[in-house]
């Protein structure tokens, strides 16, 4: 399935059927897209039908290292002046304790090991069925990135 089938999927859940919520639509096609996963991010910017709803941004991705880990990227680098390029800090893990950290290439810094019971409160999984998808904020929060440095 490529990104225009899970568009398609999309518009049809919640124009046709209109028995999912916008979110579920748009994760219930996206979890059956893995090649589209594995190639890009997915933002989704949306809001709710409720009355309160307010709206969201949110990006899903994969928990795939040495690109991600529980979906998110660090994109800098805990050393000072460091002139890291983009792409270049891969995940190194899990360790012995189930735990990920980011290593600059450009200047050998390592993160902070960091486990997914730290993440908890700013990543979560897509669905307890897809193990590797996660959603988090988009932009992440800063907190997110911190607990890295
Ligand atoms: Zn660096």
């Not at 999309?10 to 124009?15: D, G, K, Q």
């Not at 890291?84 to 304790?97: F, H, L, N, T």
Request: aromatic share 12%.
């Amino acid at each position: 399935m490529d990104a225009k089938a899970s568009i398609l999927n999309v518009i049809h859940a919640i124009t046709i059927d209109k028995s999912a919520t916008l979110w579920d639509a748009v994760t219930s096609s996206v979890v059956y897209n893995a090649l589209l996963l594995q190639n890009a991010n997915v933002v989704a910017v949306f809001k709710e039908r409720t009355a309160n709803a307010q709206v969201e941004c949110r990006e899903i991705s994969l928990h795939n290292p040495p690109r991600r880990a529980f979906g998110f990227e660090l994109l800098t680098c805990g050393k000072e002046g460091c002139g890291r390029i983009p792409y270049s800090m891969p995940v190194i893990g899990p360790d012995g304790w189930g735990r990920f950290n980011f290593e600059c290439s450009t200047c050998g810094w390592t993160s902070r090991a960091v486990s997914s019971k730290e993440v908890e409160s700013y990543v979560h999984l897509v669905h307890s069925r897809y193990p590797f998808v996660y959603w988090h904020d988009y932009p992440p929060h800063v907190a997110l990135s911190a607990l890295f440095l």
